[in-house]
């Protein structure tokens, strides 16, 4: 096969995508934090997480992404004693023990956790010792995915943890030769799920009432449905073009909490409106659309599962939370992919793109001699 150099080969659209989200992130969080007494300093933070972030997409995207199959069993440790890490040292806050702190600095270890886990139980499941033909061969990676996501319940995250249950199941859907074992998955996964909503000792009692109020938004207005409540006021008042950036009542007076992290679309919604809503809609829109293209890229069964690995949390964390915010999702405590404010979110979508981007380049034989 001839070489063709590397610059023909790179899928553009995917990266000025993420590009773009994460410039437009900057600009609505420096209007969600205008009135927090911290507003230079968080945007200056989640610049440099910015610049961080794209330098390690950049790397990544011309790393062979067959490393991390050959450093699977290194990256799954790593992966369990960061999360580990948190129940021995971490910092707690909002009811939560869930970060770790550098000093200025705190690392949130289950937004890498994510795509650490997608690249070890990927090639679980890719491995040609594996032929899936027996339902026993099932167990190994649901066992791999089972140890991480029990440490982020106990922190609790629920949010992550059902970022992880959607990427083991994306997976599997692709990697399975046979559907009844896939079957046979979602059953056991639906038993699971049961379980965990019947246990008293697995979902928090603000889990439990966040999902009341899912049923319900009008139930406990005042309380745990709060934020629901002033969220769905705040993007319903921006109407078509919004009220302008800086000038969001809910947002800007603090009706509305964690507007710069979790409901950070409640102030797309407000401030910019329907426009700015379905604009930002249109940019993740593009961003799948070139991720879905390194999927068809992929040469072998690791990129394949790894390519939808991703695509299924990024599509897990916009659906999940752009839907929280007008009702239609319960709320979790996930962040919108590139634009919520968090240096461990911001840095780890950027890194997965990076690895979606090799995948791409891998699918003719490329050449770097020209870096």
Known sequence: ???????????????????????????????????????????????????????????????????WQRLARPIYVIDIVILAAVALAGH?????????????????????????????VAAIIASPKRSYLRMRELIAPIVAMIVPTALVIKQPDLGTALVLVAILTTMLFFGLPRMTHFVAYLGALGAAGGFTLASPFVLKSYQRQR??????????????????????????????????????????LGFVPEHSTDFIFTVIGEELGFLGAVSAVALYAVLLASALAC??????????????????????????????TVGIMPITGIPLPFV????????????????????????????????
């Open 1 to 67: 096969m001839l070489e063709r150099p590397w610059y023909v080969s790179y899928n553009y659209a995917l990266a000025a995508a993420a590009l773009a989200l994460s410039a437009f992130g900057l600009v609505v969080i420096k209007s969600a934090t205008l009135h927090s007494g911290q507003a230079r300093s968080d945007l200056h933070h989640q610049a440099a997480y910015l610049v961080i972030g794209v330098a390690g997409m950049i790397v990544l995207s011309f790393t062979d992404y067959h490393v």
């Open 92 to 120: 707690s806050a909002l009811g939560a023990q869930r970060w770790i702190g550098f000093g200025p600095f705190v690392f949130q270890p289950s937004e890498p956790a994510k795509l650490l886990t997608t690249l070890s």
């Open 211 to 252: 999902l009341l109020v899912f049923l319900n938004p009008r139930h406990d207005p005042q309380g745990a449905g709060w934020s629901l409540m002033q969220s769905m006021i705040a993007v319903g008042s921006g109407r078509l073009a919004g009220k302008g950036l800086y000038r969001g009542t809910q947002t800007q």
């Open 295 to 324: 999927v068809s890229a992929a040469r072998d069964r690791y990129g394949l599962l790894v390519t939808v690995g991703i695509i299924a949390m990024i599509v897990f964390h916009i659906v999940v939370n752009i839907g929280m």
């Open 340 to 371: 919520s404010y968090g240096g461990s979110s911001l840095i780890t979508f950027l890194m997965s793109v990076g690895i979606l981007l090799n995948v791409y380049l891998q699918r003719d034989k490329v050449s770097f001699r020209e870096i």
